[in-house]
């Protein structure tokens, strides 16, 4: 075996000189393409890393959309509320009662036959008014929440929406550091697997006597002798 190949030895005898040749075949071996199979550890692990926080960053993304759309379902119901609170304080509608509460005592009142029924067509008129006046008061408080509980849920929807556009754009960057992870590493084990280089056969001398030109001219010649004799022995 050759000490440097590690490849059968080869003896070549010069039928002339004398001089005898040791040469070895190297057996073909696979060449790696520039990065083994250990050397895509690295970007696996990136991939891992990089994906699983763009995984991570897509469901906050989705919780904070879901956010959103709470507030703009509770941010309708809120406004209906506030406008049937408006449509309920309608002074329109609180001056027409009054308007009826005073008509029915000026019938009560001339309708009455005693100063006693005066006083209590006048005392139904008052509660009439009171009434009116309490509802007006409580209905004002109404408008006032609902616009109160519009006004904040507007303002923690702006919020969310803002919020929202940051997640979304954290989620895209995480994701496009995902697919370039992705890439890198295909691109890795790509090189991994290129086609394998082999080795040539080459005779070497031996002990330095002649280099390969001598080994090769020395073949050609005893096989040209060979012939040489087939030919005249038949």
Not at 2 to 28: H, K, N
Not at 187 to 195: V, Y
Request: charged share 30%; aromatic share 2%; with cysteine.
């Amino acid at each position: 075996m050759s000490a440097r190949d590690g490849g059968p030895d080869l003896l070549t005898v010069d039928p002339e000189c004398g001089g005898s040749y040791v040469g070895s075949m190297s057996t073909p071996q696979q060449v790696s393409g520039g990065t083994g199979a250990d050397g895509c550890a690295e970007a696996r692990v990136a991939v891992d890393a990089r994906c699983e926080e763009s995984h991570a960053a897509t469901q906050a993304h989705e919780l904070v959309v879901e956010r959103v759309r709470e507030l703009k379902r509770d941010l309708v119901a809120a406004r209906h509320r506030r406008d049937e609170a408006v449509a309920a304080d309608d002074p329109d509608m609180r001056a027409a009662e009054k308007a009826a509460a005073r008509d029915t005592y000026k019938l009560a009142r001339t309708a009455a036959e005693t100063e006693e029924e005066g006083r209590e067509a006048m005392a139904a008129w008052a509660k009439a008014l009171d009434r009116i006046n309490r509802t007006a008061t409580l209905r004002r408080r109404e408008v006032a929440k609902a616009e109160a509980a519009v006004t904040t849920l507007e303002r923690v929807l702006a919020s969310s929406e803002r919020e929202e556009q940051t997640a979304r754009l954290h989620a895209d960057q995480a994701e496009a550091a995902c697919m370039d992870a992705r890439v890198r590493l295909a691109a890795c084990e790509e090189d991994a697997q290129a086609p394998a280089a082999t080795t040539a056969t080459v005779f070497e001398p031996h002990g330095g006597t002649g280099g390969h030109a001598a080994v090769l001219h020395a073949l050609r010649r005893a096989q040209g002798r060979s012939r040489d004799r087939r030919l005249v022995h038949g």
